[in-house]
């Protein structure tokens, strides 16, 4: 059991990294924090490698 609370703690945590990195490239926090619930990892690979959006 604690291994799916530590587990589920990691994936939230990172959702969240996630949708900060996203504001911070100019993208939609909200709609990478959806993103990341979903696919953890390999949406932070997705953030980290997609320029930022210049205005």
Known sequence: MD???SWGVFWA???LV???LAQ???RSGL???LWS???GPLATL???VRPRVDD
Do not use: E, I, P, Q
Request: proline share 0%; glycine share 10%.
């Open 3 to 5: 291994d799916h609370v």
């Open 13 to 15: 945590t990172l959702s």
């Open 18 to 20: 996630n949708a900060g």
């Open 24 to 26: 911070a490239k100019g």
């Open 31 to 33: 709609v990478w924090w």
């Open 37 to 39: 619930l979903l696919f």
């Open 46 to 48: 997705f953030v980290v």
